[in-house]
């Protein structure tokens, strides 16, 4: 295992259900790949770092515990997503003051000061209703390819009300308009207009300014950019790779100046 | 595992198999959360024995009161005047409601959707795992909300309950009811002791609950110092303990804690080093053994300097004016001490809104972490005007609402680490 550090800096954000990796030196990404987080995250974790030069690794996402235990050999710290999601926004799009990140489990909407700090944030409790997993129960339940779910929605020639949020509930009334003979891409653009209903409540509480930025895994959905954009009257922007975010930012986070983090201040335990 | 204390486990009618099952999660828990702390303060040893005998030395305690003839109160709000208890010669005891362990018998008589601190009350009883309550000869309940007014019908049926009537506005009739509902509670004591509170009895009760506040103040005032000389989950146990603890060797003890904090000031020494974020917390009691949420901020990097809670500054800000000589005036200055609580019960309650901004000056708190139980409206509709408040103060507030359990730890995490990083960074 290499323990000297290189020139580079590594981003990972163990997700929920992809762990992006990126490879920074300065600020330029010389390297980047994914993979799917499975059951074993520290696996998938050795297999992404696996042949990269020594150097030290920013973890962010639900997993960042789990590297900084088990990664001995490396220096690893540790940012929450939100941070990390601040500042890549903030780096691919400096003048942004409010960045959207839905994930596979998480949403959370983020505020930032002109100078592209966390100003406020809000984040969904113990509940994944309105996040990717969401969508992909859903996709599932209509049998539409999850990458295609956003397009399919897209083809509704009706808008109708889905009025539950939770994933179980939302799917028995899926299933009972299905029964009523209702288009699946009907259904599906109710189902995408929920997610998008619970998301602006929460990017209201932060208070939107424009320009706002959408990423994490969800932010692939067209349907979900399209429908916000109509809510918030103002277009959503849209990195090319959403749900690289979080990993340049962690790694952007480690490259400057060495301010201790929550994992290396000593915490009143 | 037998105890010496399974005899009077077993007289209190406490189911012990479960009860056993409770005191090792406790242990456990307490093991976690407190034991692994480095650097803590010998007065603490005092603390972690009396926690350690919760359910067991303390218990004795109050059978042998009993035995000697001496009544136990217990209460589960800060407004039932202790003083009043004390002057009929009586114990009383802050019951805790600060675990989860009787949700699903609670759940048998409360609907699902109930804050958890009430299901824990009900499920403790029922369940029969808490020797406090099945020592008591009088529960005394309020109507602060309306989740604990009614489900003190439901206790009613397991336990002798009475209730207060909290009045909701702070107006002159309110005062008035008050004051009727405290006679009325005097009445009460009188009746359930056989005592008849007198003025030199109740003269001394007020200066024995008042030392106990004042000592509460003393640590509260010390941990306005940079580095922070006591953990805040350290002040919280000691906040929770005040509850069932013996007020004068309580106070005493706290009174010797506090001659060691001024020490460790003194030689600069902190639990933390002094540009570790300071939070304070506001809303919600967090009884025994709710300690879930400190545990989470100070496991972030931060440490916690304040409490703005039932168990915390609510409850020990105000002290009762002494220098009444006659029984009607001390019930007077009993009735308007009380009066004076800032619980988000009230409206309006602009009054919390100033003590928390000013108790976060005072701290140095550099963040508020605003704490609502799951289904308590009161703090969680005044939350927005916390928020408010502490904005326009210049103080970062994140609002948390959680209960309990242990399921949505990884998301608090989460929020509370990026708030810590947000004041690190910002």
Known sequence: MPSLDGPGIIGLDIGSRSIELVLLEGTQVVYQAKLPTTFDPLAQCRRLLEGLPPARIVATGYGRKLLLENLKHHRVTAITEIQAYASGAHHLYPGVRTVLDIGGQDTKAISL?????????????????????????????????????????????RRIQINSMCTVFAES????????????????????????QRTLAMLRRVGVVAPVLFAG???????????????????????????LVGALGAALHGGRSRRPT?????AAS | ???????????????????????????????????????????????????????????????????????????????????????????????????????????????????????????????????????????????????????????????????????????????????????????????????????????????????????????????????APISGRDALLINQISFYD??????????????????????GQGVAPAATPRLMLSGCPMAVPNWKLPFVVESSGAVIVGEESCIGARNTRDLVDESGDTLEAMLEAIALRYMRIDCACFTPNTERLEHIVDMARDLKADGVIHYGLSFCQPYAIEAFKVEKALTAAGIPMLSIETDYSMEDVEQLKTRVEAFVEMLHLG
Not at chain 1, 131 to 155: C, I, N, S, Y
């Open chain 1, 113 to 157: 000061s002109e100078a592209g700090k966390v100003a406020k944030f809000e984040m969904n409790d113990r509940c994944a209703a309105g996040t990717g997993k969401f969508l992909e129960f859903m996709a599932t339940a209509l049998q539409v390819p999850l990458e295609d779910f956003g397009g399919f929605a897209l083809t509704a020639d």
């Open chain 1, 217 to 243: 895994g969800v932010a692939h959905n067209p349907c979900v950019q399209t429908m916000l954009e109509e809510h918030l009257g103002m277009p959503v922007i849209v990195p090319d790779q959403p749900d």
């Open chain 2, 246 to 267: 013996d007020p004068v060797r309580f106070t005493q003890k706290i009174g010797e804690l506090c001659d060691e904090l001024e020490q460790k000031i003194k030689a």
């Open chain 2, 1 to 227: 595992m037998p105890t010496p204390y399974d005899k009077m486990w077993n007289e209190l009618n406490l189911d012990l198999a479960a009860h056993e099952g409770l005191l090792q999660v406790l242990g456990k828990f307490y093991g976690d959360i407190y034991l692994t702390q480095e650097g803590r303060l010998k007065g603490m040893e005092y603390l972690d024995f009396v926690l350690s005998e919760v359910h067991g030395l303390r218990i004795k305690e109050l059978q042998e009161a009993k035995a000697q003839g001496k009544k136990v109160i217990g209460t589960f709000c800060v407004f039932v005047p202790e003083e009043l208890s004390l002057a009929a010669d009586a114990i009383q005891v802050g019951l805790c409601a600060g675990a989860e362990i009787g949700k699903e018998a609670a759940e048998k008589v409360l609907p699902r959707n109930t804050c958890a601190l009430i299901k824990s009350f009900v499920g403790f009883k029922i369940a029969r795992l808490c020797p406090y309550i099945e020592s008591c000869d009088l529960v005394v309940g309020e109507t602060t909300c309306d989740g604990k007014k009614k489900a003190y019908e439901i206790f009613a049926d397991y336990a002798p309950v009475y209730v207060m009537e909290i009045p909701q506005m702070k107006q002159a009739c309110d005062r008035d009811l008050w004051k009727a509902e405290i006679m009325r509670f005097k009445a009460e004591l009188e009746r359930v002791t056989g005592n008849t509170i007198t003025a030199a009895r109740l003269k001394e009760a007020i200066k024995l609950v008042n030392a106990r506040r004042a000592v509460l103040q003393r640590l509260n005032r010390l941990r306005a110092v940079a580095p």
């Open chain 1, 173 to 196: 009334e899926a299933t009972s308009l299905m029964a009523r003979g209702e288009r699946p891409a009907n259904i599906a653009l109710g189902l995408h207009l929920a997610i998008v």
């Open chain 1, 262 to 266: 929550q994992t290396e201040t000593a």
